[in-house]
């Protein structure tokens, strides 16, 4: 049984008792107060009735008086009877209910009517002075007069009245008492099923509320839940949530050790790799530093060969001037020495120069992951005038204009940020589109949603664009998408996706042949939570900026 069910059964039960107590309570003050009423009513009824019997007994009173004086004028006022008539149709509708009375108060009009018929007929007998007839009439007064008559009816009447009387006052007092002992039941049932209801809240609710919360409070606690209460009500309801919700939980915990301990394992291995990584690209850089100090030294050997092969060639030329050779054949070896193997010494000697740049690249390379950073403040807004400042010579030949929007503030090494953005303006300056106007803009976009730490740059221009198909390989070193647009060895964007890397941020493009070009690069904001460990770091940064990921790797953001 549901709680709301035994709730409104506790309340329906005592409310059912005390609404019978109450409509008997009401039918006894009913009782009382019609009881009341009828003793009132007996009041008033006595009342008439004496006021019938006073007015009738004055007036034969006064009638014996005027014959016994012999007083000729006495006269009956008509208004006596009148009022004593009107009386009596009063009391006539006082017991109009009760038709004994009723019958009463007819014998009762009848017997006044035959007093009025006697007093009238001795008046008369007194106005006309016959003194004998009155005698005679007095003489036979007991059967003729009517007043004795009168007054044993009136007197019959009222004791029915008093009788009445006596039972509706029995019955008030009856009444009276009922509705006494209907308030004290009342007062007592009320106290009894209050009692009554606390007692089967406290045996069939209290217990289990109370198990209910140390079932709440040990699951709470994390420990083991006391056996379901029983019952199917709500509690009932609750405690099997309560202990569901136990099982979910364990089975959860079950599930985070597992997720923890292969957390852990995942993380004992990407440690390991990253070790492995760093090993590695350590020894890839001193690979890469030793090979290119090894590799210097047959490029002088074979650039100081190739000066002595130019300085012999010079002498056989001498030589020959000087020898006895026919013209022709010494013709055919000057044709040779100058070029053949002039020709010969002039590539090997480029591709010497060449592959000397490229050590050169290559060390570069190497040194920038040994250099160690100075992590501070660095107002972007300061050194990108400065990087514009030195191109001004370039800038003007390519009759470019640069536009420079806000730049806040970022947290790294304010070298290699300068580096960083030489690179990419220089970039935009060197591959310029002739044909048209140089335009290149320098400013700041919004982060993606959710990225509060990061401060997302961009070096745009007009220039050649760059093919869909090249975007992948853009940072790599050494690619050249146009070689003969800028000489250099295809080194300053990996440069620069090195350094950006290093300061936890991510450099990524955006291009369109024959439209522009436009990089980006994020770096932490001055005064973020972690920019100063941000060095040599692609956590946060760098995981926020794979989340706007195209399938090239690079982050789509509209300008």
């Given at each position: 049984?549901?709680l ?125 002075r ?37 039972l ?28 009554l ?144 193997i ?36 660095v ?44 690179n ?20 700041t ?41 800028v000489?250099g ?15 936890g ?55």
């Amino acid at each position: 049984m549901r709680l709301t069910t035994k709730g409104l059964l506790l309340i329906a039960i005592p409310a059912l008792f005390e609404l019978a107590l109450l409509s008997g309570l009401v039918k006894a003050q009913s009782d009382a107060a019609e009881a009341e009423r009828w003793a009132v009513h007996g009041q008033e009824v006595m009342h008439q009735s004496t006021a019938i019997l006073d007015p009738v007994l004055g007036e034969s009173v006064a009638l014996r008086g005027a014959v016994l004086a012999g007083d000729t004028r006495f006269v009956t006022p008509v208004s006596v009877w009148v009022d004593v008539d009107r009386r009596i149709d009063q009391l006539a509708e006082l017991v109009s209910d009760n038709p004994a009375q009723v019958e009463r108060v007819v014998q009762v009009r009848q017997a006044v009517q035959a007093c009025r018929q006697w007093s009238d007929r001795i008046q008369d007998l007194l106005h006309s002075r016959r003194r004998k007839d009155l005698v005679d009439r007095f003489g036979d007064l007991a059967q003729s007069d009517g007043l004795d008559d009168f007054r044993l009816q009136l007197s019959a009447f009222q004791m029915e009245e008093r009788r009445l009387d006596a039972l509706r006052t029995a019955a008030a007092e009856a009444a009276r008492e009922r509705q006494q002992t209907l308030v004290v039941a009342a007062v007592f049932g009320s106290l009894v099923f209050v009692a009554l209801a606390v007692w089967l809240f406290t045996r069939g609710v209290r217990g289990r509320l109370a198990l209910l919360s140390d079932n709440a409070g040990r699951l709470a606690g994390n420990e083991p839940l006391a056996p379901l209460a029983p019952g199917r009500d709500e509690i009932a309801r609750l405690d099997l949530t309560l202990h569901e919700t136990s099982r979910r939980l364990l089975e959860a915990e079950r599930i985070q050790a597992r997720f923890q301990a292969d957390l852990a394992r995942r993380a004992d291995e990407l440690a390991r790799i990253n070790e492995t990584l760093r090993q590695q690209t350590q020894e890839n850089e001193m690979f890469i530093y030793s090979v290119s100090h090894d590799l210097r030294v047959p490029l002088v050997n074979l650039q100081g060969f190739s000066k002595e092969l130019t300085r012999a060639c010079d002498e056989l030329r001498a030589a020959l001037r000087e020898s006895s050779l026919a013209a022709q054949m010494r013709q055919r070896i000057e044709r040779v020495v100058d070029d053949d193997i002039g020709e010969a010494l002039h590539y090997l000697q480029t591709a010497v120069l060449r592959a000397s740049h490229i050590i050169d690249a290559l060390l570069r390379l190497s040194r920038i992951g040994r250099v160690e950073y100075r992590q501070q403040r660095v107002e972007v807004r300061d050194i990108v005038p400065r990087v514009i400042d030195a191109m001004q010579g370039s800038i003007r030949a390519r009759r470019a204009q640069v536009q420079v929007g806000e730049l806040p503030a970022v947290w790294g090494d304010p070298t290699a940020l300068e580096q960083v953005f030489a690179n990419l303006i220089g970039n935009a300056v060197n591959y310029l589109d002739t044909s048209r106007e140089g335009r290149i803009e320098i400013g700041t976009t919004p982060a993606p949603p959710g990225v509060h730490s990061l401060r997302i740059f961009y070096v745009r221009d007009n220039g050649l664009g760059i093919p869909a198909i090249a975007l992948p390989r853009l940072f790599n070193a050494f690619q050249r998408l146009h070689g003969t647009a800028v000489a250099g060895e295809g080194i300053g964007l990996a440069l620069v996706r090195r350094v950006v890397e290093r300061h936890g941020g991510r450099v990524w493009a955006e291009s369109a042949e024959g439209v522009g070009t436009t990089f980006y690069l994020s770096l932490p904001e001055a005064g973020a939570p972690g920019a100063s460990a941000a060095g040599d770091t692609r956590a946060a940064p760098e995981a926020a900026n794979d989340q706007a990921m195209d399938g090239q790797g690079n982050l789509r953001i509209g300008l």
